[in-house]
């Protein structure tokens, strides 16, 4: 299943969005607020910094909130790429409705650069869950510098790589180390439930890839990048492990360890920088 890596995780994620677009899905009418932004951009922004007059690129923008959200923060101008023509058509019909200049292709993420054109942008958003589904993050890190003029930056969020190592099928409160947490050649899973919104996603099967926080910091840098910034955090925005999770009283949208939250990171925060001089 794993080879088949590509064909499988289009069609679940064509598969999801009819679900993350249904009224128990992605918040898509706070966006009639021309101040309202996506709940991961609100926890992203004071590290993200100030991107006014920047040309973004965001990675795997799926349905495009986070993407319109970088867009309201004054950003010059903003592409969203993503694999899924689906969510593409969703995405550019948001940006549509609510007023917003947005640009959105669909691409795989490894030709994004051949696509989007090198030296294309100042800055390159990967919004949270989205590293977990390529094999091979040397490769990504290869594309990230591609997109990047001299003096341009990458900022990700990403859910950490020890959450998913974690067996989420558990009854008790122990955190139990089960599937790998470097990269190989991919876990397969099948799962017709997804983190945003109640309905069955026909296309269930998929394979996730985990990358350890070593092998994205030396993906960066072998590409050529200057890693900027790393943070940890207690919060993820979705639950992660189920009823273990419970509702974050410092971060809207972000749910924390229900009991000692301080025993695991759930996501990491990297930021990194190409040189002036290309």
């Known amino acids: 299943m794993a080879g088949d890596w590509r064909a499988l995780n289009l069609a679940n994620w064509e598969a999801r969005v009819p679900v ?23 926890f992203d922004r004071p590290r993200l910094g100030d991107i006014t007059g920047l040309d973004v690129v965001h990675l795997q923008c799926h349905i495009g909130t986070d993407t ?37 292709v669909v691409s795989d993420i490894y030709d994004a ?20 589904w390529l094999p091979d993050i040397r490769q990504w890190a290869t594309v990230v510098a591609d997109l990047l003029r001299p003096g341009g ?9 020890m959450l998913d190592t974690l067996s989420d099928d558990r009854d008790d409160d122990l955190l139990v180390v089960h ?30 890839f985990n990358h350890g926080i070593g092998e994205v910091f030396t993906a960066l840098t072998e590409a050529g990048l200057t890693v900027t910034a790393l943070d940890e955090h207690r919060e993820v925005p979705w639950k992660a492990l189920g ?26 925060t990297i930021a990194a920088r190409k040189s002036q001089a290309g």
């Open 68 to 104: 319109v959200s970088l867009a309201r923060l004054g950003a010059r101008s903003v592409t969203g790429l993503d694999f899924s023509p689906s969510a593409v058509a969703a995405a550019t019909d948001l940006a549509q409705r609510i007023g917003v200049d947005a640009a959105f």
């Open 20 to 42: 993350h677009l249904g009224l128990d899905g992605y918040d898509l009418a706070g966006f009639a607020d021309p101040e309202f932004l996506s709940t991961v951009v609100r």
């Open 243 to 268: 009823d273990a999770m419970i509702d974050s009283t410092e971060f809207d949208g972000e749910y924390v360890l229900a009991r000692n939250p301080e025993r695991l990171p759930l996501t990491y």
């Open 179 to 208: 599937y790998p947490y470097f990269e190989t050649a991919g876990t397969p899973f099948s799962d017709d439930s997804t983190y945003g919104g109640q309905g069955s996603v026909s296309a269930p099967r998929g394979v996730s």
């Open 113 to 132: 650069a051949g696509f989007l054109g090198t030296g294309c942008c100042d800055l390159v958003y990967t919004g949270i869950g989205a590293l977990c």
């Open 153 to 161: 930056r990458v900022f990700l969020r990403e859910g950490h790589p």
